[in-house]
């Protein structure tokens, strides 16, 4: 009977190990709202934003703003990213020091950041999928973002609202970390015709820095009992 009572218990840590790695599997995706976390975790490359003279036009007559389409940015030698507003089929580009007004934009730009034309939304679309993506977004008035991450066959790996990590007319870092690459990134956002949010900094990794998550063969007579690896936000 001991026996029994043993081998029942074991088979309960290896379901109970087998759900984990499931939710593990599942999930994908983990989420950051710290900059230093995400950077800790994933050693990511920054993807430089270029200045405004990135376009040839200035935003009605703004001096250091440019308008255009889209914005493809080359990174780690080999990839790319390409950002486009979906929403309406324009991008503009805000410098530092830009005199926009704060009913316009708020704060003002700090550094080189991509506004989208109307209603702020981004698809960003890299050459070569990557494993995280970091933004540091410029909120508006309104600070309700939906991202969704897709994979290389267009799969959706992730699909949430970021809502409650993000205060209104401020600077917000928010990082994505998933065990399938991610091929494109896409930020919904809300009252962009109203005043802008942008994004003033864009941060990637190619590898995972630290292992994705793993499960011991508990079922195996001799395995250690060990679960390692976690899933979910980190603030």
């Keep these: 009977m001991r026996r029994s009572k043993w081998l029942g218990a074991g088979w309960i840590l290896c379901s109970i190990a087998m759900v984990l790695f499931s939710r593990n599997v ?9 900059q230093t976390q995400f950077e800790n975790a994933t050693n990511p490359s ?40 979906p929403a309406t089929g324009a991008m503009a580009i805000f410098g530092p020091g830009a005199p926009v007004p704060l009913t316009n934009t708020n704060p003002n730009p700090v550094a ?14 890299f050459q070569v999928p ?8 410029l909120t ?4 309700q973002e939906t991202v969704v991450l897709r994979d290389v066959n267009d799969n959706i790996l992730y699909n949430a609202s970021i809502d409650a990590q993000t205060s209104t007319n401020t600077f917000q870092f928010t990082g994505f970390l998933s065990n399938t690459p991610i091929k494109s990134l896409f930020l919904d956002t809300c009252n962009g015709g109203i ?7 864009i941060e990637v990794a190619a590898v995972f820095q630290t292992a994705p998550p793993v499960v011991s063969s508990l079922c195996s007579p001799n395995a250690p009992s060990r679960i390692s690896g976690s899933t979910g936000a980190q603030g």
Aim: aromatic share 8%.
């Design 26 to 34: 599942l999930a994908q995706t983990t989420t950051y709202f710290s």
């Design 46 to 85: 920054v993807v430089s934003i270029p200045p405004p003279t990135y376009f040839a036009d200035l935003c009605a007559g703004i001096p250091l703003t440019g308008c255009g389409i889209s914005v493809t940015i080359p990174f780690a030698g080999n990839n790319s990213v390409n950002i486009s507003d």
């Design 112 to 125: 080189n950041t991509l506004i989208g034309d109307g209603e702020d939304d981004y698809l960003l679309v």
């Design 130 to 137: 990557v494993r995280a993506v970091g933004l540091r977004l």
């Design 140 to 143: 508006n008035s309104c600070a």
């Design 195 to 201: 005043q802008n949010e942008g994004i003033d900094l």
